[in-house]
């Protein structure tokens, strides 16, 4: 059979044809004039070039969408609820107890029909004299009545002492044998005896010891995953803090047998340790002391450690005398404690214990300042350090 021959006709038609080596394919036309062939193509990248605008206007459109919706409605929010700013004004640099606060809320646009302050949720006067109370962190609130809403605007501050501490140096009346391995972190005599609670996970203790010879009469060892920290002695048993493990551990002091603990609430670490005769304080750390619930550890309240400058924080090991908080601070450069006041946290003195450190021997593992005892007979301190070769006794006096 011959070859069929093909209509002209067909000849007029464009074939694909592909590019070698490529998926590509191009348009191969017989006997189209050279113009249509021009203008299909400008056709095409005509085409691909709208398409590709098309697809850029979308995503601007998208992406601008995307932040102006929360800008809207953030402005249509401040549309409805008024902004208002308190501000607070004192001849004193600090706040203290006597000072004079002016309150005041700028009226701008809005009318404004009456105002309400607070001292914490105390109703106060636009010009308020501040009373004794406190110290620390409080807040003050105005409750601002408009266009028929009620808007509440807050500011914190901070209460400090009215007065600067007044300044102690010692004198030492006697000098004791004591535990170079013992990492002090509470001290307390009880029937003549000192006890004393050590630190370091693996090494912490509960012992009695005679103070004057420095032996240790009898040991309890914690757990190696406590940390032991502050002592105190109360209704004739022991109460020792552990450091970041949320519980407290309550023995028999003759027997320094457990028998029972108690975990900690708000205060999240144990620090120093004292009792008033009725109920526990703890320092956390913080410049906060809580005062607890002997029987169940409870935490009732608590004061904020101020001086007239600052807050105080780090108090570490802690003594009850004669209705006085003594708080050994915990720092490397100075060697002092502080006397504080239980009911409003005022410090009302500072001892510095400048040069007793260079007084005990100079070991690798020396450390800070911590253990302060009072000895109720002799109405005398026992003070001593983290792995300090000596306990001192000594006096105060005013500098």
């Known amino acids: 059979m011959g070859k069929r021959s093909v209509s002209h006709r067909y000849n007029r038609l464009p074939l694909l044809r592909s590019r070698p080596g490529g998926i590509r394919q191009e348009l191969v036309v017989q006997d189209l004039p050279s113009t249509k062939i021009q203008f299909l193509a400008r ?8 398409f590709i605008k098309y697809l850029r206007l979308k995503l601007v459109m998208k992406y601008t969408l995307l932040f102006l919706l929360p800008w809207l409605f953030l402005k249509c929010g401040d549309a409805k609820i008024p902004s ?19 309150l005041q809320v700028p009226d701008k646009k809005q009318v404004i029909d009456s105002i309400h302050y ?25 409750k601002v009545y408009a266009e028929g809403k009620v808007t509440t605007v807050e500011k914190p501050v901070q209460l400090h002492a009215s007065s600067a501490p007044e300044v102690y140096t010692y004198t030492i009346k006697n000098s004791f044998p004591h535990d170079t391995e013992a990492y002090t972190q509470g001290l307390e005599f009880y029937r003549d005896t000192l006890y004393e609670s050590t630190g370091l996970r693996g090494q912490s203790t509960l012992r009695k010891v005679d103070y004057i010879t420095g032996e240790v009469l009898q040991q309890e060892n914690l ?6 920290e502050g002592l105190t002695l109360l209704n004739k048993v022991a109460y020792q803090l552990t450091w970041q493990e949320n519980i407290a551990f309550v023995y028999n002091p ?18 120093g340790l004292c009792n008033d005769g009725t109920y526990l304080y703890k320092s956390d750390g913080t410049n906060k002391i809580w005062k607890l ?7 009732l309240s608590h004061i904020e450690v101020m001086t007239n400058k600052a807050a105080l924080n780090k108090l570490n090991e802690l003594e009850w005398i004669n209705g006085k908080i003594y708080a050994n601070t915990y720092q490397f450069n100075k060697e002092v404690a502080v006397i504080v006041n239980p009911t409003s946290g005022a410090v009302e003195g500072v001892i510095d214990f400048t040069g007793l450190k260079e007084k005990v021997d100079q070991i690798p593992t020396l450390n800070v300042l911590n253990g302060i005892a009072y000895h109720p007979k002799k109405k005398t301190l026992f003070v001593t350090g983290k792995n300090w070769s000596k306990l001192f006794e000594v006096v105060l006096e005013k500098k």
Do not use: C, M
Request: proline share 4%; glycine share 8%; no cysteine.
């Open 43 to 50: 056709a095409t990248k005509i085409g691909l070039l709208k």
């Open 293 to 299: 619930d002997p029987e169940t550890g409870k935490e």
């Open 254 to 271: 003759e027997t320094l047998e457990t028998l029972r603990s108690f975990s900690y609430e708000n205060s999240k670490e144990g620090w």
């Open 223 to 228: 757990n190696k995953v406590y940390f032991g």
């Open 118 to 142: 607070y001292w914490d949720s105390t109703p106060i006067a636009a010009v308020y004299a501040i009373p004794k109370q406190n110290l620390g962190s409080h807040t003050v609130s105005a």
């Open 84 to 102: 208002y700013k308190l501000r607070l004004k004192s001849s004193a640099k600090r706040l203290s107890a006597g000072d004079t606060l002016r």
